[in-house]
């Protein structure tokens, strides 16, 4: 009972952080589905919001499908780099490694939004400028510091042993990463993949310089550009149906990978 009192401050202090962050996120699902004046939804409760979310220009379908592609490309990309280069920090001792990884944490310094004219140039040349693999390219680079990081330390977590008995049994060091710290290493890989996809998924800025063609947008550019489409005048039910079906794959997703996304940072931290 002791125990339980001691607690209840925790508890209570838990309960209304999670209020408030909870709070937008049900203002906005009930905001689209209530009548407001100015909205396809006047008259009673109903769907009429995101209708006009359906259907505005290319459709939300090819909308939801740019953001897919985007970020599943982004967790791709990010991890077959950012995994190659954990296990090379983590497992081999060469000159200036140190050095070598703190220039890459130090990217995290430089504001990603001045390098975005010359990834633009860049890409223009290489003829992936107005491209979604292109821009997944640009956004899996953003992710790479923190990346590498995270898989830095998850391999280092895995008690060398297991790499050293597979290196004895006949594996070379690529096998022996894909047979044993891979899988040794999964809550690692998850965390990276959930915040390559999320990151991925709710960028604005960087497909707002790179991407030109209206059907190659993802869904937070598309919402956007449908709040001023009619005069400029806001059309804020559309708008906070589309803040809802942004928000439900995040939500899902972390909900679905929470326990593996605690491990996976709790993995560094109890290290040694």
């Keep these: ?23 937008p996120l049900v203002w906005a699902s009930l905001a689209s589905v209530s009548p407001q004046a100015g909205t396809q939804q006047t008259d009673g409760w109903g769907f009429a919001n995101y209708a006009t979310l359906a259907h505005y220009q290319a459709g939300i379908w090819r909308y939801l499908f740019n953001s ?18 954990g296990y090379a920090f983590a497992m081999f001792r060469f000159p200036g490694r140190n050095a070598l990884f703190l220039l890459t944490l130090a990217i995290l310094m430089v504001p990603y939004a001045t390098l975005l004219i010359p990834l633009y140039v860049l890409l223009n040349s290489l003829g992936l400028q107005n491209s979604l693999i292109g821009l997944a390219l640009v956004l899996s680079m953003f992710q790479l510091p923190f990346a590498t990081f995270m898989m830095r330390i998850s391999f280092e977590a895995v008690p060398g042993e297991l790499r ?3 290196l004895i049994d006949g594996c070379g060091s690529f096998r022996a990463l894909q047979r044993v710290l891979i899988p040794a290493a999964k809550p690692g890989l998850i965390t990276v993949g959930l915040f390559a996809f999320l990151a991925a998924w ?8 790179l991407i030109s063609d209206s059907d190659k947008v993802p869904l937070p550019l598309a919402v956007a550009n449908l709040r001023g489409q009619v005069m400029g005048i806001v059309d804020y039910g559309a708008t906070e149906a589309g803040v809802v079906v942004l928000a439900l794959p995040c939500i899902v997703l ?12 709790m993995s560094g931290a109890l290290k040694g």
């Design 254 to 265: 972390f909900l679905a990978l929470q326990r593996h996304y605690v491990r996976g940072f």
């Design 202 to 209: 709710n960028d604005f800025i960087t497909p707002l310089v």
């Design 68 to 85: 897919l592609a985007i970020s599943l490309m982004t967790v791709l990309f990010t991890l077959l780099a950012s995994v190659t280069g």
């Design 1 to 23: 009972m002791s125990r339980l009192l001691m607690r209840t401050p925790q508890h209570v202090l838990a309960g209304g952080l999670a209020l408030i962050f909870l709070f």
């Design 164 to 166: 050293e008995a597979a």
